[in-house]
Nanobody, 119 residues
């Protein structure tokens, strides 16, 4: 059974930093692309950052230069380093694992972790 467990969320002041972690189990982690999504109240879930099996990364324009996604395949963990946080970064952050094998898609989500940026 695949599980993704996020941690590291919390309350931080504007300009501060947080590091989110997502620990995966029940899957061959290195075979999956990993992503961080977020959903603010009243808004749709959006992609924040993603990292492929080959460690290529992409970011939403709103977080480029401030957030960094990384993965440690030995620890089955993906990270999101968030710097220079802004109030508009406030959201529930979700970890995602995805893989396509032939025509079958495998898509898993964590339970989410709350990030609140406020003074």
């Amino acid at each position: 059974q695949v599980q993704l467990v996020e941690s590291g969320g919390g309350l931080v002041q504007p300009g501060g930093s947080l590091r989110l972690s997502c620990a995966a189990s029940g899957m061959i982690f290195s075979l999956y692309a990993m992503g961080w999504y977020r959903q603010a109240p009243g808004k749709q879930r959006e992609l924040v950052a993603a990292i492929t099996r080959g460690f290529s990364t992409n970011y939403a324009d709103s977080v480029k230069g401030r957030f960094t996604i990384s993965r440690d395949n030995a620890k089955n963990t993906v990270y999101l380093q968030m710097n220079s946080l802004k109030p508009e970064d406030t959201a529930v952050y979700y970890c995602n694992a995805g893989r396509t094998v032939a025509t079958r898609e495998y898509d898993y989500w964590g339970q989410g972790t709350q990030v609140t940026v406020s003074s």
